[in-house]
């Protein structure tokens, strides 16, 4: 089935509010579902749930959420809590619809958490479902 | 000693959904106190008693190998009171099972009358958490407990075995 970019933006907005318990007009594009939404580790796998039955899409966790799988290589992230190269590539690698400009610049693990917002969601789905 | 807020299963579909009944006595200690004079079972232990339905469902589910934590209570909302006497039922469906964690749906009814609907994610600790290590026993459904409640169904399961 097809969705147009505003349909699909519909369909998360609902998804972050019924998983988050946010009110819809908080849901921007822009918003952190950490920072500013307010997720916490499970709440991400309820969205990954709700994605799956909004839009008849299968999603593996890590597919759209991979920090975890960076997060224990020693390979992937230095002493320094930063990622290595190497990291960065894959974090590239593993998440095409998120724009990584910034946080390239610093690459800081603690603050991958911003990097998932809801407009990479968006872009996540728009690429499954078109 | 498990807190067990259920009393048995009465139907009981692995993968799918399950139904266990509570029948609330005044011989709980806890009503006498919530409230004097006006006992009403905790709308917290309606809320476990529904984690507790679910979460052998989800545990069953994955023939009891995974520690089945709860991890969220997406919905709870009530529309009566229960008392002492009342017997409630409590329906409860998987609505979707992960490797890491399960989501289901539950609907709490005494005789067909909704009393309340609570809605549950459950998380399967080992798959989660990476580096956190948890005891190697499932401290979750190790005890024989948990299992008792499941007798009809297992006695039945084993009769449909024989046959």
Do not use: Y
Not at chain 1, 45 to 60: G, M, Q, S, T, Y
Not at chain 2, 127 to 144: H, S, T, Y
């Amino acid at each position: 089935m097809a969705f147009s970019r505003d349909e699909i933006l519909e369909q998360v907005t609902e998804v972050m509010v019924d998983a988050l318990g946010v009110d819809d007009d908080e849901v921007t594009l822009g918003a952190t579902l950490m920072g500013d939404l307010g997720a916490e580790s499970i709440d991400f796998l309820d969205v990954v749930f709700r994605l799956e039955k909004a839009f008849d899409i299968k999603i593996a966790r890590e597919e759209l959420f991979p920090a975890d799988a960076l997060m224990n290589d020693p390979d992937l992230v230095g002493d320094d809590q930063k990622l290595t190269d190497k990291g960065m590539a894959m974090l590239k690698e593993k998440m095409p619809h998120t724009d990584l400009t910034d946080f390239a610049q610093n690459p800081d693990i603690n603050k991958l958490g911003d990097l998932f917002t809801v407009g990479s969601i968006v872009n996540f789905v728009e690429s499954r479902v078109s | 000693m498990r807190w067990i807020w259920i009393d048995k299963f009465v139907d009981f579909q692995s993968g799918k959904c399950a139904s266990s009944i509570k029948n609330v006595s005044m011989a709980e200690e806890h009503l006498h106190d919530h409230f004097p004079g006006f006992p009403v079972m905790p709308e917290a232990l309606m809320i476990e008693a529904m984690a507790q339905t679910s979460g052998i469902l989800v545990g069953e589910a994955r023939d009891f190998k995974e520690k089945v934590v709860l991890a969220k209570i997406n919905k709870a909302e009530f529309f009566d009171f229960v008392r002492p006497g009342d017997s409630i039922r409590l329906d409860a469906v998987i609505e979707t099972v992960a490797p890491e964690a399960a989501g289901t749906t539950g609907k709490i009814t005494r005789e067909g009358e909704l009393i309340a609907e609570i809605n549950l994610m459950f998380s399967h600790v080992d798959q989660n958490l990476a580096g956190i290590e948890f005891p190697k026993d499932n401290f979750v459904f190790d005890d024989n407990t948990f299992k008792s409640l499941l007798r009809d169904f297992l006695a039945q399961k084993q009769s449909d075995h024989a046959n």
